[in-house]
């Protein structure tokens, strides 16, 4: 059952699961708070695009985009030493400086030094920018996103 409602973007929160383990103690208090949900980053990502900027083109399973299963990104990694990419246990083309969205984490390694893993826009599934947004992919405050309770 869904009974909470995030006070930023609309999205729709089970009581019982904020407690017990949809969100750390830290996001519901955010939450509780009206500061946003996991959903929205906590007011930070457009929900209408996932934060990558490009308008969703894939709106149900069986035309959904298979490279990213409808997210519009993906994590890559780059290995400093061989500097190439990673995805997915395979070597993949680099993605384009404007493909590639924010770095989310660096760890040593043995074999590269250094691996980065990064969110990377699909290649596939990238076109119109979003209209929610208008490409930026920050959070939009959208109308009807009020808590009724
Ligand atoms: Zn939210
Ligand atoms: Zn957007
Ligand atoms: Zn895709």
């Known amino acids: 059952m869904s009974d909470r409602t995030c006070r930023r973007c609309g999205e729709r929160w089970d009581a ?7 969100m750390t103690a830290d996001e519901a208090a955010k939450f509780n ?69 924010k770095r989310l984490d660096r760890f040593p390694n043995d074999y590269e030094d250094w691996i980065e893993d990064w969110k990377v826009r699909c290649p596939d599934c990238s076109g119109d920018p979003c209209h929610e947004c208008n490409g930026t992919g920050k959070f939009v405050q959208t109308a009807d996103a009020t808590d009724p309770a």
């Open 33 to 101: 708070k009206g500061l946003g949900c996991p959903a929205c980053e906590f007011g930070t990502k457009c929900t209408n695009c996932y934060g990558t900027g490009f308008e969703p083109v894939f709106t149900d399973w069986a035309n959904m985009c298979k490279k990213c299963l409808g997210k519009h990104y993906m994590i890559y990694a780059w290995g400093q030493r061989s500097n190439r990419w990673h995805h997915a246990g395979r070597y993949v083309a680099p993605p384009e400086p404007a493909l590639k969205m």
């Open 16 to 22: 019982y699961g904020i407690q017990h383990g949809d």
